[in-house]
């Protein structure tokens, strides 16, 4: 191939390879760099044509721009600089270099000795220096086109009030799916095919979660276990469609998913990995970052620049208080928001990014980057709010308007009904928002992303299935994954015929989801436990892209089913349940309360009350205040965790009193019977009461209620 670069004299803001309608013009950052060449290849990658210095340097930006050279080309980098591993540079020029702008990543990565920049099997270990060049087993770079048609796509904007959240992966939500075309299995189009819309709007959520979905690699150690990564927290391309989910070779079949997604209302969430990358520790391959830069991308050890240092648990960290470095993520981000049009974020070990060096600081550079674009400030932003660093547990340290997964909410609820002692006083926080952790700087109740499960940890079915982990079959002699999940078998390990236990479990896990619904908060609906789905006991299944990991839609619980979907329109029919502020007992100029607590009979939660181990019930009174003299919508909640239990109803002021509305402990938990005013509110189940005729009647004055 006969290529130069251009003579013009002219540099693009852009980093990566933008196509302008004439050319391609490249651009990479290095700060410690002598020397960057830009590798062109063959159609199939298998040979490179072309090894280009890049002509132009601005500070730290090395560029060129090739006229006629379009969509469709395959790239990537050489860097030449120090080797010298004890003061952090790993320049080595044999190593070909993904771009980390690569807007799409072509070919097939194949682990081999030589992708590492030193040699393995070396006495000197990582000092020593690779000279095998690595182009054959690594993947490039793919110029593209940027034209998409988008003509009658908007994008959503739904608040945080009126959102819940289904998260999932999207190869594990289709592999089984008896609807979904074979050949759209697994695919970003498989996901957006008719069937799993459907289900989605009938279910009710209003926002996808999906899993990683940025190009990222298979662990070595995985692929010679014949396992792979399934999750996906290992990312080596911030803005590149993962390969493994296209169905073809054009990455304008995610548009089309998130365009299909949004023609039905539905957001869509991406699950991001800024805190670490593929590469691991210093004794990882040289793939990317580490080639171009490694001082720069990464956190070294202060007193050795040779080690990473590693927050994250998987070896390196990425450096994203270096400016530079920082600047990638967000363009990654404005990326994924402008371009590809996604809704918003799910941060993976935020604590990590939110680290001025080694501190976490909630007025740092990357939160504060964050909140100051308008790009970015206007999507939904969630935060997992720890890593395993010092101070890495941040729940309720992030700054607005920044959502957070919230594991103290799954904890005490699992706790609540399996039963443990005390937990009462911790389960009226997790209802109402956890404003001990929340409420403050002006944030809103919405602040806490409610879960009962996640990717990570037992399903909802296995939390009531399962007392111990089973992680056989990932090959770690079940060492992996957490010990402690608050679950409970109920009475047989696993599987069981036993139908007593058969009919506890699905009276508990409706009364988990009914207390998922209607706390404040926003709900996030783990991926299959709407229909039951079990991973065998695998809390860990972040390596089984196999049956544990993808979602049975075979044993799909359909009386279950019905019920979630009840429940989620419950929730949106009764906005009581989520209020954009905290509630704190505050009353109106009418005399009308927001929040009230009760004991079974009828008296208010006092201070014994709340310091009773033995209680397992809690009664709580909600009210929308109303601007208006209009009547405010109420609503009366128990939680019953114990036995069967008499329950005084709180007094309604009109003529109709109350009605049941909702009633776990029943198969068909919905009703419309009038209440008396007490009633059986039975083991294992919550009680929803709701006024007869609410657009007839007063809510209870605070005097009313104090006094009941």
Not at 173 to 183: A, I, N, R, S
Not at 268 to 296: I, K
Not at 505 to 528: D, E, F, Y
Not at 621 to 627: D, E, F, M, Q, T
């Amino acid at each position: 191939m006969n290529v130069a670069f251009s003579e013009l004299d002219f540099l693009k803001p852009e980093l990566g390879a933008e196509y302008t309608g004439q050319g391609t013009h490249f651009a990479v950052f290095s700060a410690h760099a002598e020397k960057i060449e830009l590798c062109l290849f063959s159609e199939d990658g298998s040979k490179e044509t072309a090894r280009l210095p890049l002509p132009k340097r601005e500070g730290d930006i090395w560029s060129g721009y090739i006229e006629g050279l379009g969509p469709g080309t395959l790239y990537g980098y050489r860097a030449y600089g120090p080797y010298d591993p004890q003061n952090g540079h790993r320049f080595n020029p044999n190593k070909l270099l993904l771009d980390p702008y690569a807007k799409q990543v072509a070919g097939e990565f194949v682990w081999d000795d030589a992708l590492f920049g030193y040699t393995i099997g070396n006495p000197e270990g990582d000092l020593s220096f690779d000279e095998r060049d690595s182009a054959p087993f690594m993947v490039k770079g793919v110029v593209q086109d940027p034209n998409f048609d988008w003509d009658g796509e908007e994008a959503i904007r739904r608040p945080w009030t009126e959102t819940i959240i289904y998260e999932t992966h999207l190869r594990g939500m289709t592999m089984t799916h008896p609807g979904v075309p074979d050949e759209l299995r697994g695919t970003f189009l498989g996901m957006a095919s008719d069937p799993i819309i459907d289900h989605l709007m009938k279910l009710g959520v209003s926002a996808v979660e999906l899993l990683p979905v940025q190009y990222f690699l298979d662990d070595r150690y995985l692929i010679e276990r014949n396992l792979r990564n399934y999750w996906g927290y290992q990312p080596l391309g911030y803005f590149a469609p993962h390969a493994r989910y296209m169905k073809g070779t054009r990455i304008t079949e995610f548009k089309a998913m998130v365009k299909r997604f949004h023609a039905a209302g539905i957001e869509v969430l991406m699950d991001v990995v800024y805190n670490h990358t593929a590469e691991g520790s210093e004794q990882g391959p040289t793939l990317s970052f580490r080639g171009l830069d490694n001082l720069s991308y990464y956190r070294q050890s202060p007193e050795q620049p040779r080690h990473t240092y590693d927050m994250t648990g998987t070896g390196n960290t990425l450096n994203v208080a270096h400016p530079m470095v920082l600047r990638m993520v967000l363009d990654s981000l404005r990326y994924w928001v402008g371009v590809m049009h996604i809704d918003g974020f799910r941060f993976d070990l935020a604590s990590a990014l939110g680290r001025e060096y080694m501190e976490f600081d909630r007025e740092g550079g990357f939160l504060d980057a964050i909140r100051q674009d308008p790009m970015l400030a206007g999507v939904k932003l969630i935060a997992e709010p720890w890593d395993i660093g010092d101070g890495g547990y941040q729940l309720g340290g992030f700054p607005p308007p920044f959502r957070e997964w919230n594991d103290r909410f799954r904890d005490d609820v699992r706790r609540f009904w399996k039963g443990d002692g005390g937990v009462v006083p911790v389960l009226a926080e997790r209802l109402t928002g956890s404003p001990v952790q929340f409420n403050h700087s002006g944030r809103a109740a919405t602040t806490s992303v409610n879960l009962l499960s996640a990717h990570d940890g037992f399903t909802l079915m296995d939390t009531v299935s399962y007392t111990e982990k089973h992680n056989e079959g990932n090959g770690e002699d079940n060492r992996d994954g957490h010990s402690d999940n608050h679950s409970d078998n109920m009475g047989a390990e696993g599987p069981t015929d036993d139908p007593g236990i058969g009919e506890a479990r699905r009276r508990r896990r409706r009364a988990m989801v009914a207390t998922l619904m209607m706390s404040q908060g926003v709900p996030m609906i783990l991926g299959g436990d709407e229909l039951g789905n079990s991973q065998g006991g695998n809390n860990n299944a972040y390596c089984q892209d196999n049956e544990i990991g993808w979602i049975d839609w075979s044993s799909s619980d359909e009386a279950f089913l019905t019920f979630c979907r009840k429940m989620t329109a419950f929730r949106r029919e009764n906005p009581v349940l989520r209020q954009e502020n905290f509630l704190e007992g505050a009353t109106d100029e009418h005399g009308r309360i927001e929040i009230a607590w009760y004991k079974p009979d009828g008296s208010m939660m006092d201070e014994p009350a709340w310091g009773d181990g033995e209680l397992r019930i809690l009664g709580v009174y909600l009210c929308h205040l109303s601007p208006n003299e209009a009547p405010a919508e109420e609503i009366f909640l128990v939680f019953n965790a114990g036995g069967d239990c008499d329950v005084a109803l709180p007094p309604v002021h009109g003529a109709q009193g109350w009605r049941w509305a909702l009633n776990t402990a029943e198969d068909d938990a919905f009703t419309e019977t009038v209440a008396r005013e007490r009633e059986t509110v039975r083991a294992q189940s919550v009680a929803a009461f709701v006024p007869q005729d609410s657009g007839e009647q007063e809510a209870p004055t605070t005097t009313a209620l104090a006094g009941a």
